[in-house]
């Protein structure tokens, strides 16, 4: 039997990690974490009767439960001895502590939370080596499966996919008036509310070409982006004879989170190939991003190329600027107009220790929220 914890249980990837897990043998649940979500954790918690539940945010615990708190109670569970594999899914920067607490006990972490390695992977990568870290992020779990047995001296690009999200087709000027709501409705996938947002400016993208250079230790000119709008091809690999080896699935999160739990085991899954007569219609397509209407891309790459402390600087003014997009006090290209004036900034150059870079996330949301309060024009 594998026992595992689950942190960010509420969520979109929490609640589909639930659903794997109701299908898995020989799998249990015995641990959960949510942030605000009551209600969800007295469901989760009366189904499946977890030894821990930690919480992390203002949620109440089920009558009669003794809960843990915070990042301790995360790092609590994730160091347990009758905890084998550690799911992180939270949001936030949080997902860092028992990521690498339950890897320097040897532990397995399935990583969905892109925060952790984006911010800290320096960090991340001196411990990994401890435990495994198996990706959950489909273009991730797609790229650990294609570099399977493949010699990296073979291996010129790994090429991740984008759908584009849904300003794939509108033009600048029309992008730069879309509301919130128009962000959220992202055409292929379904996930919570700031990764969507990141979908439709293409941050996401650039999160996963820096979460990519610390999982595979790729250099950033050896990873690539394309669109792919079908969102079915999720990772590509250019090998030195110019042939391509992609990995394909219907875009369902259940099917990377199995994979990442069930590792090196393939087993079955109730969810269709991608493939007649199952889908009708299979067509792949792939365009080049375009930088112009969609900067993110590029702010990553550069803060990528720059290193130390750049991506944990990107990522936290971004999280604070997309937050205020969807609250209504910033227009959609003042998102990655805020990134760009705080990445300018950074005053933590040199930074080295892990404290370090904490203060670094801290100043960046700090310093990003007052460009935000002076931020002119209209919403
Ligand atoms: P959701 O917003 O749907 O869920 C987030 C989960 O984390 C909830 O359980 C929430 O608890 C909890 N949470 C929220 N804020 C905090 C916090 N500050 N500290 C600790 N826990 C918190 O997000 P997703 O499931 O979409 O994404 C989770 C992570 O996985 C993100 O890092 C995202 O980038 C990554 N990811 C998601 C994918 C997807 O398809 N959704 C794909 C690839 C990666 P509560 O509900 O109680 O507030
Ligand atoms: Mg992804």
Redesign the pocket.
């Known amino acids: 039997m594998r026992r595992v914890a689950l942190?960010?249980?509420?969520?979109?990837?929490?609640?589909?990690t639930l659903d794997v897990l109701r299908r898995l043998k020989d799998w249990r649940l015995v641990g959960v974490?949510?942030?605000?979500?009551t209600e969800?954790?007295a469901k989760i918690y009366a189904e499946f009767k977890p030894k821990y539940v930690v919480i992390?945010?203002a949620?109440k615990p089920p009558e009669g439960v003794k809960a843990l708190y915070g990042r301790e109670g995360?790092v609590e569970v994730a160091s347990a001895e009758d905890v084998d594999v550690v799911v992180v899914?939270?949001?936030?920067i949080?997902?860092v502590f028992p990521t690498m607490e339950a890897l320097k006990r040897g532990k397995r972490v399935a990583l969905?939370?892109?925060?952790?390695l984006v911010a800290f992977g320096p960090f991340v990568k001196e411990v990994a080596h401890l435990g495994e870290l198996v990706p959950?992020?489909?273009e991730h779990s797609s790229a650990f499966q294609l570099l399977n047995g493949v010699k990296r001296e073979e291996v010129k690009k790994l090429i991740l996919t984008a759908s584009g999200g849904p300003f794939r087709t509108w033009p600048k000027e029309k992008i730069a008036k879309a509301r919130p709501e128009d962000a959220l409705k992202h055409p292929t996938?379904?996930?919570?509310?700031?990764?969507?947002i990141?979908s439709a400016t293409l941050m996401?993208k650039g999160?996963e070409v820096i979460e990519a250079h610390f999982l595979f230790d790729l250099p950033a000119d050896m990873i690539d982006v394309r669109i792919h709008p079908q969102s079915a091809i999720h990772a590509i690999l250019l090998l030195k004879d110019n042939s391509l080896k992609m990995h394909v699935s219907r875009p369902d999160?259940r099917i990377p989170i199995q994979y990442a739990l069930t590792y090196p085991e393939r087993v079955e899954i109730d969810i269709p190939p991608y493939l007649p007569p199952d889908t009708e219609d299979v067509v792949f397509t792939l365009e080049m991003p375009d930088t112009e209407r969609f900067p993110a891309l590029s702010l990553a790459y550069y803060a990528l190329r720059l290193g130390g402390t750049y991506p944990a600087v990107l990522n936290a003014a971004n999280e604070v600027a997309v937050y205020a997009f969807l609250d209504g006090k910033l227009p959609f290209y003042g998102i990655t107009d805020v990134v760009e004036r705080v990445l300018g900034e950074n005053p933590y150059r040199k930074a080295k220790t892990f404290g370090e870079y904490l203060e670094a996330d801290r100043w960046a949301r700090r310093r990003a929220e007052e460009i935000i309060r002076r931020y002119p024009g209209p919403r």
């Open positions: 942190f960010g249980a509420s969520g979109s990837i929490g609640r589909q974490s949510v942030h605000n979500n969800a954790l992390t945010g949620a995360l899914a939270t949001n936030g949080i997902g969905a939370n892109k925060e952790t959950i992020d489909s996938w379904r996930m919570g509310a700031k990764i969507t990141d996401n999160l999160m």
